[in-house]
């Protein structure tokens, strides 16, 4: 069985993927990723969202519970922090056995993000289900738009 798993790590392109992986680690690469401008490796992932009423951010971070993501909002900006423990190898058993691959990154992060002016930081609200955390920033009355009645003279 394990001979098949060790056959199967060994191609080529997964020794490539280590190779990269490895490159990678040791000299970081602070330009953007892709389209999105998120550096590669950023945790957690977010998508940002605007409305009529509101500035929604979606955080998704699998396995951290609602008291794990701290959420701080200063000066326009949106910092979440955390702490995502690692799933197995703290118990004997799990120590014993060799890790082949390891993509779910652990440990502390932070991350910031630069919000647009006009929004009520008071006013915040963030909800968390199935890992994807919801932080709602509604914009202030003086800046949503208003329709304005055109009257016949």
């Not at 001979?3 to 990678?24: E, N």
């Not at 389209?35 to 957690?44: D, E, K, L, Q, T």
């Not at 008291?67 to 900006?77: P, T």
């Not at 690692?86 to 652990?106: I, M, T």
Request: aromatic share 8%; with cysteine.
């Amino acid at each position: 069985m394990f001979g098949d798993l060790k056959r199967f790590d060994t191609a080529p392109s997964q020794r490539l993927d280590w190779f990269r992986q490895l490159i990678d680690e040791v000299f970081p690469d602070g330009r953007a990723a892709d389209i999105r401008a998120v550096p590669r490796g950023s945790f957690p992932m977010i998508n940002v969202a605007r409305s009529d009423e509101a500035v929604h951010v979606y955080v998704f971070a699998a396995g951290l519970a609602p008291d794990d993501l701290s959420i701080d909002i200063q000066d326009n900006v949106l910092t979440l922090r955390g702490r995502r423990e690692p799933v197995a190898g703290n118990d004997e058993q799990s120590r014993a056995r060799p890790v082949f691959r390891r993509e779910r990154a652990c440990g502390e992060f932070v991350r910031a993000i630069a919000l647009p002016d006009g929004l009520d930081a008071e006013r915040a609200e963030a909800r968390h289900a199935n890992g994807v955390f919801e932080v709602v920033l509604p914009k202030r009355e003086e800046l949503k738009a208003r329709r304005i009645e055109v009257q016949v003279a």
